[in-house]
Nanobody, 115 residues
Framework: QVRLVQSGGGLVQAGGSLRLSCAAS????????LAWYRQEPGKQRELVAT???????NYADSVKGRFTISRDNVRNRLSLQMDSLKAEDTGDYYC?????????WGQGTQVTVSS
């Protein structure tokens, strides 16, 4: 059974930093593409960043240069380092991956950036 368990997040002032983590189990972690999404209140979930099995990363324009996605294929852990946070980064953040045709999500982590 695939499980994604998130940690990190919280409340931070604008300009500050936070780090999110996602511990994965139940799959061959190193071969799967992983991603972070976020959802603001009343809005649809949006893609923040993806990281391929090769380590190649892609980012939404809104977070380029401020967020860094990374993966640890030994510890089966996905991370999102968020720097220079802005009020508009506030939302619930989710890690996700696909496995055997199914999409799996972490439980979500709240990030609140005060201006």
């Amino acid at each position: 059974q695939v499980r994604l368990v998130q940690s990190g997040g919280g409340l931070v002032q604008a300009g500050g930093s936070l780090r999110l983590s996602c511990a994965a189990s139940g799959l061959n972690f190193k071969i799967h593409e992983l991603a972070w999404y976020r959802q603001e209140p009343g809005k649809q979930r949006e893609l923040v960043a993806t990281i391929a099995s090769s380590g190649a990363a892609n980012y939404a324009d809104s977070v380029k240069g401020r967020f860094t996605i990374s993966r640890d294929n030994v510890r089966n852990r996905l991370s999102l380092q968020m720097d220079s946070l802005k009020a508009e980064d506030t939302g619930d953040y989710y890690c996700t991956t696909k496995y055997k045709g199914n999409t799996y999500w972490g439980q979500g982590t709240q990030v609140t950036v005060s201006s």
